[in-house]
């Protein structure tokens, strides 16, 4: 009998493998590897920015252009469209190049923004926002990607970290900017602004994309599976953001959502079984760490995402601080979770076990979350406190997770790894923002208030109101004890850095 491998030589055998495909790669200098970087996040940003920038906007927009009933479809068509496209562009990007994706992206984006600065309806408006999220939804992915295939695996946490900060950074500007432009000068300027940053943009990313290392190879679209795909992805979005909202969650138009999305996803599994190429190869479906780690990331997403919507709602009716002190009292939850990013990404170069790090930082965020479930009537700076210190711990996970599913897949699969992760992480943080809604309305209807915020101030007291957000805490600590869970069950493979790199000429690309 042959003996059977022991999985400390599996893991040897894998890192061989893993280096390998580095064989011949002449690293780019630090200086050469920022200047790439930091062209491409002006185009991440706009991506960023234009997620939160018209919540503030909103009120003013549906007083001008009338039809306050559709108004929260303005969010919804960003939505939809920019989730549903992103694994195509990462799919695109590994067949046709980065450079030309991430042009195309830009691009789709202005025009976006050109049509809603433009719209004269509420109707027009929403169709611009969807163009606008045809084009965001390549955005992030793509960026992500360029740092992949620039920056060796052990480097990338701290550009990984960068890009985090600069994401969050936009998160809170965009509100504030949102609310700024609307109050004092026109709701249009929130859409115009992107034009001028979009041409900065494409001029830099054009620029110093050029320089960017070919990792290209001939692959065939699988168009039948990525409409599959985007097409079950649009039906559960639109059932999850319109369940409670503009239909009972018990009622025919949802349920027969929820019906058909299940049933394209069956319908985009069996293609995947059948094509000739599928749109999301197989290979990489089964791989063990990019299952785990696009869990552990769609998790923390997730967790941040309902924070950041209903924290505000919290400080608002528990707290007794205005609206606009609620969503500042956000502050504390996104800056430092930038630290904790800097601080995860930074140790991905220097510690062996890295995983540890956002390990150790989760259990931060699950006392705090717990601790705020146990009592949600804690004193303003108690509970600023216990965010941070949740934010922290979220943070920690950003860097590790992407480092961690790009090393775990082969170069020329890059782009469809991280569109796929991100797919994901989105898909799955519109089902916690649902349930977290659910929540909260529930908790509401059982104490006898009412689901609107101004009815609800006078309805019932701090204290009742309180103990519906405890769910919201614990639901929240729920979500991240599950990101912890597949944390732990990733596989921490090793990351190869400039003196891993075997010598000779690159390995030839295996057909898939």
């Not at 919201?472 to 493979?493: H, N, Q, S, Y």
Request: proline share 6%; net charge positive.
């Amino acid at each position: 009998m042959t003996p059977a491998k022991s999985p400390s030589g599996q893991k040897k055998k894998r890192a061989a493998a893993d280096h390998s495909q580095w064989a011949g790669h002449t690293p780019l200098t630090h200086a050469e590897i920022r200047r790439i970087v930091f062209g491409i996040m002006l185009a991440m940003f706009l991506g960023a920015l234009d997620q939160t920038i018209v919540a503030t906007a909103m009120p003013t927009i549906g007083r001008e252009l009338g039809q306050i009933e559709h108004l929260s479809w303005i969010v919804t068509a960003y939505l939809l469209t920019s989730t549903a496209v992103t694994p195509l562009y990462g799919k695109l990007s590994d067949m046709y190049g980065r450079r030309s994706m991430i042009l195309i992206a830009i691009g789709v984006f202005m025009a976006g923004s050109l049509a809603c600065a433009l719209a004269p309806t509420m109707l027009m408006l929403i169709l611009g926002r969807g163009l606008q999220g045809l084009g965001a939804g390549g955005l992030l992915p793509l960026a992500q990607t360029v740092v992949g295939d620039v920056v060796l695996p052990k480097e990338r946490g701290r550009y990984q970290a960068i890009m985090s900060v600069m994401w969050m950074s936009a998160a809170i500007l965009g509100p504030v900017l949102g609310g700024f432009l609307a109050q004092y000068f026109h709701w249009s300027l929130i859409f115009w602004i992107n034009l001028p940053l979009g041409v900065i943009a494409a001029w830099l990313c054009n620029r110093v994309l050029k320089e960017l290392p070919s990792v290209t190879r001939p692959h065939k679209l699988d168009v039948a599976g990525s409409i599959l795909m985007m097409a079950a992805a649009v039906a559960l979005l639109l059932a999850l953001t319109s369940g409670g909202v503009r239909f009972p969650w018990i009622s025919a138009p949802i349920i027969g959502l929820l019906i058909v999305s299940a049933i394209l996803w069956a319908m985009f599994v069996w293609r995947l079984r059948t094509a000739p190429e599928p749109f999301l190869p197989l290979t990489m479906l089964s791989n063990p760490v990019v299952r785990a780690g696009t869990l552990l990331s769609a998790c923390n997403l997730g967790c941040i995402i309902g924070l950041t919507i209903f924290v505000p709602m919290y400080f608002e009716l528990v707290m007794g601080l205005s609206s606009s002190l609620s969503g500042l009292s956000l502050i504390p939850l996104m800056v430092v979770s930038n630290i904790g990013a800097a601080i995860a990404g930074r140790g991905l170069g220097y510690f062996h076990h890295y995983k540890r790090v956002p390990m150790a930082g989760l259990a931060v965020s699950l006392v705090a979350l717990f601790s705020l479930a146990v009592d949600p009537q804690q004193s303003l700076t108690s509970v600023l406190i216990h965010l941070g210190a949740a934010g922290f711990g979220i943070g920690t996970v950003y860097p590790v997770a992407t480092v961690s599913v790009q090393n775990a897949v082969a170069r020329h699969q890059l782009g469809i790894a991280t569109g796929t992760m991100n797919f994901f992480r989105a898909l799955f943080a519109a089902v916690i923002v649902a349930v977290l809604g659910a929540i909260i309305l529930g908790g509401v209807n059982l104490i006898g208030g009412s689901a609107h915020v101004s009815e609800l101030l006078h309805a019932t007291s701090r204290a009742e109101i309180a103990l519906v957000f405890r769910w919201v805490f614990a639901a929240c600590g729920a979500v991240l004890a599950a990101a912890l869970f597949w944390l732990v069950m990733m596989e921490e493979r090793p990351l190869p850095g400039r003196a891993d790199i075997p010598a000779g000429a690159p390995p030839a690309t295996p057909a898939e």
